[in-house]
């Protein structure tokens, strides 16, 4: 009984039913189709965010840059800064640090020196990448002048002395005592490729 | 739902012609035909991404062994891996979604059909352009298909061969595909349920697949939009993932698993809404905590998506974002222990019977539990340091995917195949698939825990001695698991030539639903008139 009461109900309203159905169903789906083509540009936008949000962080050991010292110098300790470097593939190039490691008080700028010879027969183009481990210390590690904002090209045999400005800021937790500076030579991806603003 | 009376109209039977031939299957827009047809394309490459894993454990077998050159098993486990994820699972679910919802929440066919036509037909070509590179290669053009790993992490994606192209090409298609079907089940499920089915007496699978759709919805996009920035990155000078002009490798992981991490749930919720349907059937007991399941699948929906990392432990990431994405990680086994509890709440003091279904079931249970314990020594950011490129992760995530979604299907299938072809299958073929599979399953991971726990390292093409146990054991269990699964090929096949016992409306005396209140099989047209649900 209850039954055949409920179905004669539908049954009346079924045509404009349907009509109005349909229409509600496209624009549902149209919705839809447009949160999905948000996510997608989300997913072009994680781009700029992740860059940011290293620098901020010092995720992935990303590092500031600073136009000069103006820290005051905290003479109660000391950071030792180690350095390494390496050669991406498709560079054939000798790079090494000259020093292993410096002291240096929070504040207080230091210049390392990197030498770079390329073992090619032709002129190549690199680029040095550079990051800091561990990453608590990359946010507390500016540099004044570096190598690894311009790109560097080495005749065939050329030897060249690469060097870098930086401070460690007064900021750095207490807890490090150590930090490591690594550089990747890539080669350079195009000719030209001087950016005054550097990424790291 | 406590009672449900459904009206099969007479002149339902009047209306089901349908055209004939290979214009039937092309031009479909009928649910049962799209999802037959997502099921069989699902079927058919399980069987092709379990070849690949079999030529990868043939290779395996022994030490030094030469079955495969190095170049061949990198393409082989590429493959297993995308083709097992996008052209086995993924379109099974689907198939399973479109057939069954409809008749779940009484529509009479899915909101946007012919949209539903579309979807499924992008997933040929797609198939077809995965795996084109391996053809050309013939031909002397490239150095065949992709050979990344499933993973397609830069920067070797973006120093790769033409492969990678050919697999992006395939994955914009899939996730089109994707989307279609996730945006039209979103649609069916919120406009089309008949009368009296609200959303708290939505039956699970629906649920499940409702938030697996908004799942795929959010993340596949960024899959695609990381799979555009490679293609750019290949070809058109841009250095999205290159160090050397400013981008970094580790975004594309960041992308990738931004997807990755969801696309496990994408994988698993549709099976585990489907698992409680099928135990309760076979305990002839209501679903136990129906609202805490409903609530589990939305806290796993969120907390899917923000727990991508711990896929990226081992890539140099701060102490802060390594504690984040390991507690965010195992918090998510909360509302995966709801679930296990409801489903052992619907077990409970049932009056069980053990048909293939429920067989599958339980194993569903067991080895996707066992799976889920391995997960948190994994989601342990400190653990993850030893374990994260050893085997023992492959057997954890096997566990995974093949113990949940995988036994799943299996029992889904034959919860289902009398219901779609109107006869049984072979119960006692069934029983031998069932049982074939927990041994060969078993027998191919557990050693692979093993030799991960001692060391091994995964993606390598061969191995140091002192593994040619762990390994031998393992092959040998996945040649088992690989044959058992012909098995199923055979009931499909047994069910669908008809020269079986009929199946009853209900087919399972258990078994609940709107779907068994249809004969079986269901007319090619249900519920053109709304079924009235009390």
Known sequence: MKLDKGFADTKKTEV???????????????????????????????????????????????????????????????????????VMPGLPWKFRPAQRRVRVHPGETAIARYYATNLGDRTFD?????????????????????????????????????????????????YVTTMTLSYAFFPSVERGDDRSQPRS | MSSVSAYVNEHEHEHDHKPRGLARWLFTTNHKDIGILYMLFGVTFFLVGGLFAELIRAQLIHPANHVLT??????????????????????????????????????????????????????????????????????????????????????????????????IFAIVLLGASSLMASINIIVTIFNMRAPGVTMMKLPLFAWSWLITAFLLIAVFPALIAGGLMLLTDRHFGTHFFSAAGGGDPVLWEHLFWFFGHPEVYILLLP??????????????KPIF??????????????????????????????????????????????????????????????????????????????????GGLTGLTLADAVADQQYHNSYYLVAHFHYTLFGGPIMGVMAAAYFYLPKITGH????????????????????TFIPQFLAGIAGA?????????????FHMASSIGAFILGAAQLLLVYNIVVAWRGRTEPASARVWEGAQGLEFTLPSPPPYHTFAERPAVV
């Open chain 1, 16 to 86: 404009p039913a349907v009509a109005s159905r349909a229409g509600a169903n496209r624009r549902l789906a149209w919705l839809l189709a447009l949160v999905a083509a948000g996510f997608l540009g989300f997913g072009f936008a994680l781009v700029p965010l992740y860059n940011t949000f290293c620098h901020l962080t010092g995720f992935n050991g990303a590092t500031g840059t600073a136009a000069a010292a103006l820290t005051p110098v905290d003479r109660t300790r000391w950071v030792t800064v180690e350095f390494t470097g390496m």
């Open chain 1, 126 to 174: 690199g680029r040095a990448i550079m990051s800091v481990s561990p990453e608590v210390a990359a946010t507390h590690f500016e540099k004044i002048e570096c190598f690894c904002f311009h790109q560097e090209a080495l005749e065939p045999g050329q030897t060249r002395e690469f060097s870098v400005e930086f401070f460690v800021t007064p900021g750095l937790p207490k």
């Open chain 2, 70 to 167: 190095p170049e061949l098993y990198n393409q082989a486990i590429t493959l297993h891996g995308l083709v097992m994820v996008f052209a086995a699972l993924m379109p099974v679910t689907a198939g399973f979604a479109n057939y069954v919802i409809p008749l779940m929440i009484g529509a009479p066919d899915m909101a946007l059909p012919r949209l539903n036509n579309w979807g499924f037909w992008l997933l040929p070509p797609a198939a077809v352009v995965l795996v084109f590179p391996g053809i050309l290669q013939l031909f002397g053009v490239g150095n065949g298909p992709i050979d990344t790993g499933w993973t397609i992490y830069a920067p070797l994606s973006v120093r790769s061969g033409l492969g990678v192209d050919f697999a």
């Open chain 2, 271 to 284: 099976t585990a809404g489907l698992l409680s349907h099928i135990l309760s059937a076979f305990a002839r």
């Open chain 2, 289 to 370: 905590g129906y609202r805490a399941q409903v609530y589990a699948y939305w806290t796993i929906g969120v907390l899917s998506v923000i727990v991508w990392a711990h896929h990226m432990f081992t890539s140099g990431m701060p102490i802060a974002g390594q504690l984040y994405f390991m507690y965010s990680t195992m918090a998510i086994s909360i509302p995966v222990t709801v679930l296990f509890i409801c489903w052992l709440g619907t077990i409970w003091r049932g009056a069980l019977s053990f048909e293939t279904p429920m067989l599958f079931a339980l194993g569903y249970i067991g080895l996707f539990g066992i």
């Open chain 2, 424 to 443: 049984m299958y072979s119960e006692r073929a069934g029983r031998w698939h069932f049982w074939l599979c927990i041994i060969g399953f078993n027998l």
């Open chain 2, 457 to 469: 390292e995964r993606r390598v093409v061969d191995y140091p001695i002192q593994f040619a146990g």
